[in-house]
């Protein structure tokens, strides 16, 4: 970083490096996860897409803990709202 003093010195000085939070790119990983939740729920349809979240709940920790993020919630259901008016 550099600046310049009052009397037209210039100084550099090294920028502290502070480890940065990538916040956008989890926001966007959010909204890639909601978008691809949203596509499934569209395209398999209401009973199908229940169906194989409730095959997962059977399966082992980690098939459950899928399940629980698969689950279809209110936003979930609106995006698919949203792209099955472009499937039909």
Known sequence: MTSVNHD???IARPRRAAPRFPVKGII????AFFA???FL???LGDATYGQRIATLQQGTGVEQAGAWAMQVDPLTQWIA???GTYLN
């Open 8 to 10: 037209g010195l210039i």
């Open 28 to 31: 966007l990983m959010i909204i």
């Open 36 to 38: 691809f939740k949203g």
């Open 41 to 43: 729920l569209a395209q």
């Open 81 to 83: 709202g949203q792209i």
